[in-house]
């Protein structure tokens, strides 16, 4: 596999590696035995919500392992994080497997607002981890980091004000 400009790497529980190839679009799985696929992703630059070889991603930036079958996603230049979901029972190794939804922001528009779904706000958001259940979010060019409950879905700051030091988890 050809990679251009991979972010954010993640383990899962079962010894898996997730990434987003930035430059070339998409969410990839490297299988304990070396086997890199696309799970989600057709390489062209846009947002689309969908089944994973429908999924369409802007610069994915951030991914995080939450367990074997969720991973949580950033994409800078759509300004969004997204949820991949492994269907129930599905290999985790094909795209038919993996389902792509926008979980906050608002696509294509940068700022710095707390809020549910497309209310929030984030200006190119990059690495992402998880912490205790929450989600939380190196907000780059806003100079925060942010924290998700897993409860509400509400981005809060946690460390950070719009400053020119830019935090990275």
Request: aromatic letters at 6%; hydrophobic letters at 35%.
């Amino acid at each position: 596999a050809s990679f251009k400009s991979p972010r954010g790497i993640s383990v899962a529980p079962d010894g898996s590696l997730y990434f987003a190839d930035r430059l070339n679009q998409p969410i990839r799985r490297i299988s304990v035995g070396g086997e890199v696929v696309t799970i989600s992703g057709t390489g062209a630059s846009s947002h689309v919500d969908g089944i994973g070889d429908n999924a369409q991603y802007n610069q994915p930036s951030g991914i995080v392992a939450v367990d074997n079958t969720t991973l949580i996603t950033t994409e800078a230049s759509n300004h969004v994080l997204r949820q991949l979901t492994l269907y129930p029972g599905a290999t985790p190794a094909s795209p038919k497997s993996w389902l792509a939804s926008t979980i906050c922001g608002n696509v294509a528009t940068s700022g710095f607002t707390d809020g549910i779904g497309n209310v929030a706000a984030f200006n190119s958001p990059g690495n992402v981890t998880v912490q205790d259940g929450a989600i939380i979010i190196a907000d780059t060019q806003n100079s925060a980091c942010r924290r998700m409950s897993a409860d509400t879905g509400f981005p809060v700051p946690l460390q950070g004000n719009a400053s020119n030091d830019k935090p990275r988890l």
